[in-house]
């Protein structure tokens, strides 16, 4: 990324240029060095979210998979492991999607060769859900060498920086979904759909 990519994208999230923010950090007294602190910070944390969508999709590119399939097997593969009985019903719920589509998943990635449907050692009406050895490796061979790569990073701050950081990101994690509702203003000044 060239130096003014890099500035352009920082000022994005630079509060100083965005009319709310600039009140804000304007009525907390905040100096100079502060903002370009917290700057530095939300630049980063986009810096991230960008890396990490980017390592989830090497990861479903490897394995020929979309996203709704990766996120299938590795829960499959999570909460199977030590010997967890997974069924479609527990996958659509994870997955927040309906029977009929986790069944049309579930035939996907059971002829790709990625997981198999077996008796319900408990249940003989249902199926349970396991990953193939060979998608296990593939998704150990990727994401888990990724998840591993970022563990090593967490693993290298010390106690007070992790603690710091878990707070901030927890702290933002934490935020209600704010609803914007438009003024009668807002609505006016907007061109309605289709309008040349």
């Not at 352009?8 to 060095?33: K, M």
């Not at 980063?44 to 890396?51: D, E, G, K, N």
Request: proline share 3%.
């Amino acid at each position: 990324m060239s130096e003014a990519v890099r500035d352009d994208d920082r000022a994005l999230v630079d509060p100083r240029r965005l009319d709310a923010s600039a009140l804000l950090v304007r009525e907390q007294g905040l100096s100079g060095a502060e903002v370009d602190e917290i700057t530095d910070l939300f630049h980063a944390l986009r810096r991230w979210h960008r890396t990490s969508a980017a390592h989830s999709e090497a990861s479903r590119r490897y394995m020929r998979l979309g996203e709704n399939d990766m996120r299938a097997i590795r829960y499959v593969m999570s909460a199977g492991r030590d010997g967890g009985i997974v069924t479609s019903t527990m996958i659509a719920e994870h997955l927040g999607i309906t029977g009929p589509s986790v069944t049309k998943l579930l035939d996907r990635l059971e002829h790709a060769g990625h997981i198999r449907r077996e008796r319900h050692p408990r249940d003989r009406r249902s199926l349970s859900i396991v990953v193939t050895d060979e998608t296990r490796a593939q998704a150990t061979a990727s994401v888990g060498a990724d998840h591993a790569r970022r563990y090593a990073v967490a693993a290298a701050l010390s106690p007070e920086e992790r603690r710091a950081a878990t707070k901030f990101l927890s702290m933002l994690a934490d935020l209600p979904v704010a609803e914007h509702l438009a003024t009668e203003a807002d609505a006016a000044a907007r061109p309605a759909h289709g309008a040349d």
